[in-house]
């Protein structure tokens, strides 16, 4: 049946419209979403992965030359 | 305070699988490369030809290359960023074991030419089954391990995880949908053009989600790590991660530019791809201007060189790629080397280069030790970037040189360059230099082996790692009501669905139109199915990988249909299970070579394809010559085909020995009246010429009826 609706479904002309709104729409809204995140959030999960690690990153000189 | 131990020999097992796969497939690909300037160099076998050889190589290099090198980096910064063991070892292990048995299956079902010559899915269907089943293993592992996870957000290197997990599945199962016709021979449910508008959603959608994504959520993790300060802007990543998944998604008719493709959807293509370029940037600059202030780092670390040319190499690939993407630029690249320098920057630069920093920065962490030789990773470093410009630098101009080449007419309006050959002969060089070149990388390769291999002696492997992170106040999580990021950080689950979301959205409206077509598709009366030897023919061409050299899609441009005939109709493919139009033109276009030349040229060309064609770099395909057709396959295969829609009667399937026996005579006495006499009526090489002759031909046949509608003409 859903296959049935779709063949007929009409006006494949505006997919390119339709879909460039959808993006454009969806794109304004992760910028708003993005800019109106606290600042301390943002600090605070950009340093996640420099404070879960427990070692210690190795100082790498050349041990045979 | 909770205790608890990482799992590092299941990275180091990936690690050293990247490694070793890294190694093979390069080494195909140079073989295969030099088979480009010097056609010997297939040992004269069918399982080490360049069409057998080529999915090999990009399979070896994609799927076992960079798959292991993204579940290494996947599962060391896991269970860092999620401060939890993997969810469960079982899984683990059978992720790893299971993907390595599919390389394996890979590496053995290629060469004997069991293919279904889709590009990156030519697997055959039970490797197809295993891959959704191992691949939905690795989902459980990262969805359980994010479940248990001891810190509340999520950092985005899980977001792009998570979107690889979701839209590799998506991908893999739509796009392999096929009929079985035995246990090594299937056909794509979809045909002709809805095959082709398939193949490229997931091909495009593949370098989207299993080449870049994992990666940049690797470059998201090892990056600040190695640079030890944190990303340059979180909130950046916010707007990369979304702006990048759903504009991807949508991209894949750029692969079809100029093809027997509606017109609407190749232009959706292209305006999405060329959105691409900016989130693709975002991420870009956020990766470079991570180091801001520590770039002294970049001189002493060879793993943030490798890094840094990673990152940079990701940058060109996703300015050059929205720019091939345009549809001017397209009609000149398309088909050329041009396409093959693209993907090498991503493959050798971005993939590549991103492995080996991954690699030079866990094996000194894996084995508590500083890294064997900090010299020879430089030497690597600079071997393997040497390698990479003498690599795509030639594509280029061999790229250029042959879109030039075909397209340029002489003051009469003819073909400047009227023979094919001419413009192959002029690209050899170009060849032998893109050996050099991918020699040069490979020995870098060899000696970060090396290396990797004296840091591991020297030092001493800690399999279970000690860790201590406070538990996770689950409660205090879900109180969170803000609808904001930080919100969304704390619930995977809602997380993944919009990610879902996002990927179908675009995936869906690229795929209905694919119904669509269906009732759009011009007929044309006159199309009729392949007979059964034909079809057999058909799946020779297949078997021998043809696809990877020859295009079967003439484009809309005097220049096409000057050289080849009447440019392609979409009409003509709707019994193609699977479409084989290609996308390389190493050899010329065969959609109309039907009829062109006698049945004994074709003999003699696939026998010797320089005593028809000087000059030619053609493999001989002398086997075909020699072995027997199976004609015991032709029912199952018809039977498949039929139930995939092409309109076999009965009486056509219980007759088709009869109809073999009676083309083969034909061909015979075609051979016959080119003086080859020798040849019995069942070898493999009559069946080949039999479909030859029949590509398209159909639309010159004068249908028993008249057309129910006419074809109509592109409009580009």
Not at chain 2, 252 to 259: A, E, R
Not at chain 2, 296 to 303: A, E, L, S, T
Request: charged share 15%; net charge positive; hydrophobic share 45%.
């Amino acid at each position: 049946m859903i296959q049935n609706i779709l063949r007929h479904l009409g006006g494949v002309e505006q997919y390119g419209v339709v879909s460039l709104c959808l993006f454009g729409t969806l794109f304004v809204g992760v910028l708003i979403w993005a800019l109106v995140q606290k600042q301390g959030h943002l600090d605070r999960m950009s340093r996640v992965p420099l404070d879960t690690d427990t070692v210690e990153p190795l100082q790498t000189p050349p041990n045979h030359e | 305070m909770e205790t608890f131990k990482f799992d590092n020999h299941v990275v180091r097992a990936f690690a050293i699988a990247a490694a070793i796969w890294g190694l093979v497939g390069t080494v195909a690909g140079l073989l295969i490369a030099c088979q480009l300037f010097y056609p010997a160099v297939n040992f004269n076998t069918p399982f080490t030809t360049f069409g057998r050889l080529r999915p090999l190589h990009t399979n070896a290099v994609i799927f076992a290359f960079v798959g292991n090198g993204m579940f290494c980096g996947i599962y060391y910064s896991l269970q860092r960023l999620c401060r939890a063991r993997m969810f469960s070892d079982a899984l683990s292990w059978f992720n790893f074991w299971g993907w390595q048995a599919i390389i394996v299956s890979a590496a053995i079902t290629l060469p004997l030419g069991l293919t279904s010559s889709k590009e990156y899915a030519e697997l055959e269907w039970p490797i197809d089954i295993a891959i959704a089943v191992v691949w939905v293993a690795f989902c459980i592992n990262l969805f359980g391990t994010i479940w248990k996870r001891r810190e509340k957000h999520m950092y985005v290197a899980i977001w792009f995880y998570i979107a690889t997990a979701i839209t590799v599945a998506m991908l893999h199962i739509i796009n392999s949908l096929e009929m079985p016709a035995s246990l090594f021979k299937s056909y794509s449910v979809y045909a002709g053009v809805q095959d082709a508008l398939v193949q490229w959603w997931y091909g495009h959608n593949a370098v989207a989600f299993f080449l870049t994504t994992p990666y940049l959520g690797m470059m998201y993790y090892f990056l600040p790590k190695a640079a030890n300060r944190p990303v340059f802007s979180y909130r950046l990543s916010i707007i990369h991660f979304w702006g990048l998944i759903f504009i991807y998604i949508w991209a894949g008719p750029h692969h079809l530019l100029y093809t027997a493709l509606p017109d609407w959807a190749q232009s959706l293509g292209m305006v999405f791809s060329v959105m691409l370029v900016a989130p693709s940037w975002g991420g870009m600059l956020n990766g470079l201007l991570t180091l801001r202030g520590a770039w002294d780092k970049v001189r002493q670390d060879p793993m943030l060189k490798f890094m840094v040319v990673a990152v940079t190499a990701y940058g060109m690939a996703t300015l050059e790629g929205p720019t091939l993407a345009i549809k001017s630029v397209n009609a000149l690249s398309h088909y050329t080397d041009w396409t093959i320098a693209h993907v090498h920057t991503g493959a050798l630069g971005w993939n590549g280069f991103l492995t080996f920093s991954l690699l030079y920065y866990l094996f000194p962490r894996l084995y508590k030790t500083p890294l064997w030789s900090v010299k020879l990773a430089n030497y690597h470093f600079w071997i393997g970037l040497i390698g990479m410009m003498f690599y795509v630098v030639p594509m280029y101009t061999s790229g250029v040189t042959a879109g030039l080449m075909w397209k340029e007419f002489n003051a009469d309006g003819y073909l400047r360059y009227s023979n094919f050959l001419e413009s192959t002969i002029r690209l050899i060089p170009m060849y032998v230099l893109r050996a050099v070149g991918g020699s040069l990388y490979i020995v870098g390769i060899v000696l970060m082996m090396v290396n990797l291999y004296r840091t591991a002696k020297a030092g001493r492997f800690i399999g279970d790692e000690e860790a201590q992170a406070p538990a996770l106040n689950r409660e205090a999580t879900r109180e969170s009501t803000k609808l904001g990021h930080r919100w969304l950080e704390g619930v995977p689950v809602t997380f993944a669905v919009l990610t879902t979301i996002a990927v179908i959205i675009g995936g869906l409206i690229e795929i209905v139109p694919m119904f669509l077509i269906q009732e759009n598709v011009p007929t044309i009366a006159s199309v009729k199915p392949y007979t059964p030897l034909e079809m057999l023919g058909r799946d020779l061409y297949i078997r021998e990988g043809c696809v990877g050299c020859h295009s079967q899609m003439i484009r809309p441009f005097r220049s096409e249909t000057e050289r080849y005939g009447e440019y392609s109709k979409v009409g003509e493919f709707v019994y193609d299970h699977p479409f084989l139009w290609g996308s390389k033109r190493t050899g010329p276009d065969l959609h109309r070579i039907g009829g062109k030349y006698p049945d004994a040229w074709h003999y003699n060309h696939l026998e010797n394809p320089r005593s028809t064609s000087p000059g030619s770099i053609m493999p001989n395909y002398t086997w075909l010559l020699t072995q027997k057709l199976d004609t015991t396959v032709t029912i199952e295969r018809m039977r498949a085909l039929r139930k995939v829609g092409v309109p076999y009667r009965d009486d056509e399937i219980a007759n088709s020995a009869k109809s073999i026996e009676i083309q083969s005579k034909k061909i015979l006495a075609g051979l016959a009246a080119g003086s080859i006499t020798n040849t019995p009526p069942d070898r493999e090489i009559v069946a080949v010429i039999a479909y030859l002759q029949r590509l398209g031909t159909d639309i010159k046949a004068t249908p028993a009826t008249a057309p129910e509608t006419k074809a109509t003409p592109a409009k580009n």
